[in-house]
């Protein structure tokens, strides 16, 4: 089959074109096409004539959002309703990445698939807006909601930690925000494999297990053989543009329903860490 993926230079997307085997990939960043340009991306698609579009594109600066919303919206929500008409009007079918956090983090249980959408974030209210959006466009389309990314070929989290780590003899990280790290190549195999089974509908992905951010960065630092103390925060302490959900630990089983199950963050970050010293 042919798949097209936009957003294809992003931590994902390269995931995405280093693990996607056995079919023809195109892959293209935003200098190929920008979702925003409504003509363009009508003319690659014509063009492509994929079978699966894999929409991986967007502005994903969380805390930019909130002061660039018009850029996040034409972005994340009118750039995502450019690609499923152009999709559809091509029979092709779409895979679209969404975000945990268009939930609102108050749940005391693992999100479900149908629970309700209440965005916190200007982020997460163009990802939510998308999803909607899509789904009247393309009934069909298939939404992949993962979180806290993490990979090589970008900035993430523990590439940050690692570097903080080298330099200094603390680190302070919010233990009071809980979610499921998620490792760019799991993440990658997993849509593979979805697009394949022909998937449709909502979709949790994320590696298995939860924790804060501050377990995720003593894990981390302790893996990686720094001596660095890490130290819990509250959210208070650490003030930014956006707010995140508390909770946004996702339920895995929509992925299990097309019998597909995710390895645990830690033995994620153990194969990051590996790929990462080359
Ligand atoms: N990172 C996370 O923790 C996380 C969590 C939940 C969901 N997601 C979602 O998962 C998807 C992949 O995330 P990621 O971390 O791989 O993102 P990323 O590394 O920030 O990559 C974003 C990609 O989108 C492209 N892009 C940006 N603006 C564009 C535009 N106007 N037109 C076309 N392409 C554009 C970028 O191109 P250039 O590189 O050429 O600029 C890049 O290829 C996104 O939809 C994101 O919202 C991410």
Redesign the pocket.
């Known amino acids: 089959m042919k798949v097209m993926i936009?957003?294809?230079?992003?931590?994902?997307?390269q995931a995405l074109m280093r693990e996607w085997n056995g079919d023809e990939v195109v892959g293209l960043?935003?200098?190929d096409?920008?979702?925003?340009n409504a003509e363009k991306v009508w003319e690659v698609i014509e063009e492509n004539r994929p079978e699966w579009i894999v929409l991986?594109?967007?502005?994903?600066d969380v805390d930019g959002c909130e002061s660039n919303q018009e850029l996040a919206f034409s972005?994340n929500r009118d750039?995502a309703v450019q690609v499923a008409r152009a999709a559809k009007n091509a029979d092709a079918k779409l895979l679209f990445?969404?975000?945990?956090y268009v939930f609102d983090g108050k749940n005391p249980l693992p999100y479900e698939i149908g629970d309700a959408r209440n965005p916190q974030s200007v982020y997460g209210q163009s990802?939510a807006e998308a999803e909607i959006q899509l789904l009247e466009v393309i009934p069909t389309c298939c939404i992949v909601r993962?979180?806290?990314?993490f990979g090589i070929g970008?900035k993430c989290f523990p590439d940050t930690i690692l570097k903080l780590a080298a330099t200094r003899p603390a680190l302070d990280v919010v233990s009071d925000q809980r979610g499921c790290p998620t490792y760019s190549v799991d993440l990658a195999r997993a849509i593979i494999q979805l697009c394949r089974k022909s998937a449709n509908g909502i979709v949790h992905v994320t590696n298995g297990g939860d924790c804060s951010w501050f377990e995720f960065a003593r894990e981390i630092v302790r893996r990686a053989g720094f001596s660095t103390e890490v130290r819990p925060v509250s959210t208070q302490q650490m003030v930014r543009p956006a707010p995140r959900p508390a909770y946004s630990v996702m339920s895995a089983k929509s992925l299990a329903n097309y019998g597909i199950v995710m390895p645990t963050w830690q033995d994620a970050l153990a194969r990051y860490l590996q790929a990462r010293r080359g």
């Open positions: 936009l957003g294809a230079t992003g931590l994902l997307g960043g935003v200098s096409v920008d979702i925003r991986a594109a967007a502005y994903t972005v750039g990445l969404s975000s945990d990802k993962t979180a806290w990314l970008g």
